[in-house]
């Protein structure tokens, strides 16, 4: 599907092997027998919403990752449809996340003894979400996630794809507005893969660097271990250790895999400077925020200061809490989704900026290595 010019052009993205569509054309060419049987495609949370309401509706972000929307327009695009053999009748009605999508049926309110009708939010995505959590709308805003995968995300006043850079255009759970981001599939799941390995849990792994960098390893760590999104769009590369040494133990290989992390978003950082997007500021979610080391080691890489929200959840549920509240009380999202109160703001260590560089031009120098044999 990426080969066919039309899908960029008109849903502003790469046509990623996760999204939605091209599971379908798998389905069509492998199991025609059940695609022929397909009535209404939904995603996870909106299936949920059917069973809930009776409705088939999804909201703008989530369908952004399905290959089918005209991502600038807001809507579903016939011509896409048409060429994976699907039509709109097959299709949810669309809503804006902020939106009401239908309301919890009756006979379910009274098994649950629930009072007065329950207003379902249209939802959204979980990184659109999770902007909704931590008030990130405006242009210069974002927020970096280091949860199992990883996600540097800017908030756009416009839509303003750049598809090449494999960087995700998609729309926001609120109306007018939109986001990018850059994904890399394996965050804190390589720190969490390395516990596996040494048998530590990753707490105890990461106590083992302190609290402060004091400059790069010896060991360069690339994070592959599911393939990677942005910028490579490569499924089948795989991740690697390089420069090993017999002296290394848990603590060098803790260093190395949290450098890689970090360097890959720093690979994230520079796809979307190509396309134009300029950070002015970060919030810092995610378990991976946890680690004061991992952090900082970001804000470095990045050349950004890196704020930490006051205790609280801030992310994905409170976000979607948020939609529901705007959906229920039809209050201006600008009122509800607030930027959390900032506990502390961690910058970047211009003293080891030059020796961060240095390293991860070796790390840059390793994916078309590692391609070239694997």
């Known amino acids: 599907l990426d080969a066919d010019p039309d899908f960029r052009a008109i849903t502003g993205n790469i046509v990623f092997p996760g999204f939605t569509a091209p599971k379908l054309v798998w389905l069509r060419t492998h199991e025609p027998e059940i695609f022929a049987r397909v009535a209404k495609v939904l995603l996870p949370k909106d299936y949920l919403r059917l069973w809930l309401t009776g409705e088939h509706v999804s909201d703008m972000s989530d369908s952004a990752g399905t290959a089918w929307l005209d991502t600038g327009r807001r809507a579903w695009s016939d011509v896409l449809l048409e060429r994976t053999g699907m039509t709109r009748a097959q299709m949810p009605r669309l809503v804006e996340g902020s939106e009401a999508s239908g309301a919890l049926r009756p006979a379910l309110a009274r098994r649950w003894g629930i009072r007065g009708p329950v207003v379902l939010a249209g939802g959204g995505g979980d990184n659109a979400a999770a902007a909704c959590g931590v008030g990130c709308f405006s242009e210069g805003d974002g ?21 090449e850079t494999a960087v995700h255009t998609f729309c926001h759970a609120i109306p007018g507005a939109w986001y990018q981001m850059g994904v890399i599939l394996s965050a804190t799941d390589s720190l969490n893969w390395l516990a596996r390995q040494t048998g530590r849990e990753p707490a105890a792994l990461s106590a083992l660097l302190g609290e402060s960098i004091s400059g790069p390893g010896a060991i360069r760590f690339l994070p592959y271990l599911s393939g990677e999104r942005t910028p490579h769009n490569d499924a089948e ?30 690979d994230n950082l ?13 919030l810092a979610i995610g378990g991976g925020s946890k680690s004061p080391f991992w952090v900082e080691l970001v804000a470095t890489l990045l050349g950004l200061p890196i704020e930490l929200p006051e205790k609280g959840a801030f992310g994905a549920a409170l976000g979607a809490a948020r939609l529901a509240i705007v959906a229920d009380t039809g209050a201006a999202p600008s009122d509800v989704m607030q930027r959390p ?13 030059h020796a961060y560089d240095d390293a991860y031009a070796q790390y840059r120098a390793l994916y078309p290595a590692l391609k070239e044999i694997l």
Do not use: C, N, W, Y
């Open 143 to 163: 927020f970096v996630s280091l949860g199992t995968s990883g996600v540097l995300l800017a908030a756009k006043d416009g839509f303003a794809p750049s598809p």
């Open 341 to 353: 109160a900032v506990a502390r703001v961690i910058e970047p260590r211009a003293d080891l900026a």
């Open 270 to 282: 520079e796809a979307l400077k190509a396309t134009g997007t300029r950070l002015e500021r970060l």
């Open 237 to 266: 590369i795989r991740g690697a250790f390089v420069g090993l040494s017999i002296g290394d133990g848990h603590r060098e290989l803790t260093q190395a895999v949290m450098e890689g992390v970090a360097f890959a978003l720093k």
